[in-house]
């Protein structure tokens, strides 16, 4: 069996190539209904494409300045494309065929196989305003997609009655909104890879202030 994901490292292209393939990827996500709304747009990855073509050009017979500038627009680049491409991961969610049509290159690594093991740590904590919450867990290990769902009710046995599951490939630190005061907020995660999903992690409880 295999694990297999579009891949990114845009930032370790050389120049010629990086441009060659954002214009590919682009051209096969345009008007694609496999992805309706790219984050970012593809109106912004258009746009830094443009900024740094003109960014090697003025490079080619300029000093420092014009140099730094082009690291500096490769740099913007490169990092939208790590987005995009964390987006074409979640669409596909491993579909190889889909994963072709995105026009990123594709990573197909033999992996042993054996379920994830379950995330750790699992949190709520007060969100930025009221009325939202952070979460966020241990990952349990690189180029993971994580499920997760949220509850306010209790079911007539008493157990969380879950929100359905929404997915993820990121770990760090996230938020969710349109809670309102008082109510209990239950969280929950799990891993995914493409030899199944580890065990949910115990609920966790959070009062909204």
């Known amino acids: 069996m295999k694990y297999v994901r579009a891949k990114g490292g845009f930032i370790r292209m050389r120049d010629a190539e990086m ?9 096969c996500m345009k008007n694609n209904a496999l992805f309706p709304a790219p984050v970012p747009s593809l109106a912004k990855i258009s746009e830094a494409h443009s900024d740094y073509h003109d960014t ?26 790590q987005q995009l491409v964390h987006y074409v991961n979640i669409q596909c969610d491993g579909d190889l065929v889909k994963l072709y049509q995105s026009g990123f290159p594709v990573l197909s690594e033999k992996k042993v196989g054996k379920t994830p093991d379950m995330p750790t740590s699992a ?11 952070a979460f966020g867990f241990t990952p ?9 769902c949220f509850a306010t009710g ?3 046995d008493g157990e969380p009655l879950w929100w359905p599951e929404e997915k993820t ?7 969710k ?20 999903e ?12």
């Open 154 to 156: 209790l079911t007539a």
């Open 198 to 209: 580890s065990d949910w992690t115990a609920a966790v409880l959070l009062r909204i202030r």
């Open 56 to 81: 090697i050009l003025a490079a080619t017979n300029g000093g420092k300045y014009y140099r730094a500038a082009r690291r500096e627009s490769k740099e913007r680049l490169a990092k939208l494309m």
């Open 140 to 148: 349990v290990g690189r180029d993971m997609l994580y499920g997760y």
């Open 19 to 27: 441009l060659l393939a954002v214009e590919r990827i682009m051209t």
């Open 169 to 175: 490939s990121r770990s760090f630190r996230a938020y």
């Open 123 to 133: 949190y709520l904590r007060d969100g930025r305003v009221s009325g939202e919450v």
């Open 177 to 196: 909104s349109g809670f309102e005061i008082g109510q209990q907020v239950y969280f929950r995660v799990r891993a995914y890879n493409k030899h199944g």
